[in-house]
């Protein structure tokens, strides 16, 4: 089906590497959310784009974190000097517009830092 | 947004109804209840959301209360596959309402 594609669906590194992340949202879709689950607990809000616009980064981590959506479609968290507190599962989400529309998740990037 | 409230978890036997209650007393006029479930290594599902009126769709019922500070999700007949955390999220609708903001959930086990 035509859902939300992150790739790839694990990624292991060691620390100190850069990683990036991708996430192909539903197509159409103008808003995307990128959010981190740590084992064990609910998903975290990291960052919002309405098109290609970061309207909300708050939730980033540190600045070693950093989102693009260049063309208002594809988007990429990348992970600067990777720690092991980053280890987690990275999910995007898309949905038609803000509001009240639902967001779509994708299933996830595992990441593991060693 | 207003916090909810959950059982940790429930058990349900395959082919009943599950019934799957949330509190959120401190829910405001313009906030929306969301429903999504996460299935062992899978991204959160989206089910059903509702404003004060109940809703259906094809995969579950949403009742809220009559002075919205509470709402069950029903799964009318539960199934092995409806194994899977089940978060309540309240969320407003307006500017910058756009987060959802994800609780512990409640762990739904359907039992054969």
């Known amino acids: 089906g035509a859902g939300v594609s992150q790739s790839p669906r694990y990624k292991v590194a060691k620390r100190g590497q850069d990683v990036a992340l991708r996430c192909d949202p539903i197509s159409g879709h103008v808003s995307l959310f990128w959010y981190q689950q740590a084992l064990g607990q609910g998903p975290e809000f990291l960052t919002y784009?309405?098109?290609?616009?970061?309207?909300?980064k708050s939730g980033l981590p540190s600045d070693r974190f950093f989102a693009e959506r260049p063309e208002g479609s594809v988007s990429t968290l990348k992970i600067q000097r990777t720690q092991q507190e980053d280890s987690a599962v990275y999910l995007c989400?898309?949905?038609?517009?803000?509001?009240?529309?639902?967001?779509?998740f994708g299933d996830g990037t595992r990441l593991s830092i060693l | 947004d207003a916090k909810t409230t959950q059982p940790p978890s429930m058990d349900c036997a395959e082919g009943r109804a599950a019934n799957l209650p949330c509190n959120h007393s401190t829910i405001s006029g313009n906030e929306y209840v969301y429903w999504y479930r996460q299935i062992h290594s899978q991204g959160p599902q989206y089910i059903i959301h509702g404003l004060k009126n109940n809703e259906t769709n094809e995969m579950a019922s949403l009742i809220i209360t009559e002075d919205r500070k509470s709402s069950t999700l029903i799964l009318p007949h539960a199934t092995l596959r409806d194994t899977a955390v089940y978060y309540c999220i309240v969320k407003g609708s307006g500017g910058s309402n756009y987060k959802l903001t994800f609780g512990k959930g409640t762990l739904l086990t359907v039992n054969p």
């Open positions: 784009f309405q098109n290609e616009a970061q309207l909300d």
């Open positions: 989400a898309s949905s038609l517009y803000g509001g009240n529309q639902p967001q779509h």
